[in-house]
């Protein structure tokens, strides 16, 4: 059975400064790992996604992820925080049929 | 990227009363899927719904409670029946975006609150 758990329910960065995000997972086939954004009152928008290939995956507005096997990490990182990504963050896992599996969400705070 | 709009974005109903909400998408797809997430919670799949074939329903969820139709390529309907306080949350309608890599893409979601 899939799981996904993420490290955080809130996180706060000052502006500028770097944004990481933890989600580890399990899966039994090698998985689909997903990131979505939700803005206040929004749905949610895709980041980024990790399929197969180059295991560092670069997504909108900044973000990039790494699947680590080994670590069955898929953290999520910007170098930079802006103000605009103050958001509610969802790792979401799937190994094939739509049955993806969100994390409980991290919220982060960007303080100016 | 599809565009999925969802009507209403927020509703306040009664206890006791049935809510149908609506998602509209601007291309054509095959699985349009219908989430529930409460407050301060994750999303926790409710149906998938095929066009011309009845809703898949997660454990948990039953027809009786949230009938959905699904008559075309790009609409679906999730009714909320007999609403109660523990019916408030957002529910959000998400479609197929990719089959090989399961990429979904979401509406903006309708919040309701049952009082």
């Known amino acids: 059975a899939q799981s996904v758990t993420q490290l955080g329910s809130h996180v706060s960065v000052s502006e500028g400064a770097l944004v990481l995000l933890r989600c580890n997972y399990s899966s039994s086939v090698p998985p689909y790992l997903f990131w979505y954004v939700q803005y206040p009152n929004q749905g949610l928008q895709l980041l980024l996604k990790?399929?197969?290939?180059?295991?560092l995956v670069k997504g909108i507005n900044g973000f990039e992820a790494e699947f680590k096997k080994s670590e069955t990490s898929f953290h999520l990182t910007k170098p930079s925080a802006h103000m605009s990504d103050a958001a509610e963050y969802f790792c979401?896992?799937?190994?094939?049929?739509?049955?993806?599996?969100f994390g409980a969400g991290t919220r982060l705070f960007v303080k100016a | 990227s599809a565009v999925i709009s969802q009507k209403p974005s927020r509703d306040i109903c009664q206890r006791g009363t049935s809510l149908t909400i609506q998602c509209q998408v601007d291309?054509?797809?095959?699985?349009m899927f219908w989430y529930r997430q409460q407050p301060g919670q994750s999303l926790t799949l409710i149906a998938t719904?095929?066009?011309?074939?009845?809703?898949?329903?997660e454990s948990g969820f039953v027809i009786d409670k949230f009938p959905i139709s699904r008559p075309n390529l790009t609409f679906s309907t999730l009714t909320v029946s007999n609403m109660s306080p523990e019916d408030s949350s957002i529910y959000l309608c998400?479609?197929?975006?990719?089959?090989?890599?399961?990429?979904?893409?979401f509406g903006p979601g309708t919040r309701l609150t049952v009082l």
């Open positions: 979401a896992v799937s190994d094939g049929g739509f049955k993806t599996i």
């Open positions: 998400s479609v197929d975006g990719d089959f090989s890599t399961d990429t979904q893409y």
């Open positions: 990790y399929t197969t290939g180059a295991t």
């Open positions: 719904a095929n066009q011309g074939s009845e809703a898949t329903y």
């Open positions: 291309s054509q797809v095959t699985m």
